[in-house]
C-alpha cells in the first residue's frame, strides 16, 4: 500500500487516535466508533487497526474471531442480542465502500428488510 493512501486514511487516522472520534470500544485489533451518517438509530463501525483496504486484503494477521466476539459484546450491550441486528461489509466501488479502510457496520434499532435498500 503506497504510503501515501496511508497518510490520507481517515479511518488510520482515527484508529491510531491522531484524529478524535467517540470511541465506544476498543480491541485489539479494532476500534468501534458511531458512523456520522446512520442509517439505524444504533449504527457502529467496527474498524480495523491495521490497513485493509477491503475485504479482499485479508490476510493471516485478520482476527476473525475477535471482530465476532465484539459484534457479539456490541449487541449484548445495546440490548439488540435477542429482536436482531444486521452486519454489513461493503466491498469496494459496486458494493458501496466509501473509505477504502475495512470496516464492518453494525446496525439496529428497526426492522431491516430484503432486499437490503
Not at 79 to 97: A, L, M, P, S, Y
Request: charged content about 25%; some cysteine; proline content about 4%.
Amino acid at each position: 500500500m503506497p504510503a501515501e493512501i496511508l497518510e490520507n486514511c481517515i479511518f488510520c487516522k482515527i484508529a491510531s487516535k491522531e484524529v478524535k472520534s467517540r470511541i465506544i470500544k476498543e480491541t485489539g485489533s479494532f476500534i468501534v466508533i458511531k458512523d456520522v451518517n446512520p442509517v439505524a438509530p444504533v449504527h457502529f463501525l467496527i474498524i480495523s487497526k491495521k490497513h485493509y483496504a477491503s475485504v479482499n486484503d485479508i490476510d493471516e494477521g485478520f482476527n476473525g474471531e475477535e471482530v465476532f466476539k465484539t459484534i457479539k459484546e456490541l449487541a449484548k450491550e445495546y440490548k439488540v442480542d435477542e429482536k436482531g441486528f444486521r452486519v454489513v461489509i461493503n466491498t469496494n466501488n459496486d458494493g458501496g465502500q466509501t473509505v477504502m479502510h475495512l470496516h464492518i457496520h453494525f446496525m439496529a434499532g428497526k426492522t431491516f428488510g430484503w432486499p437490503p435498500g
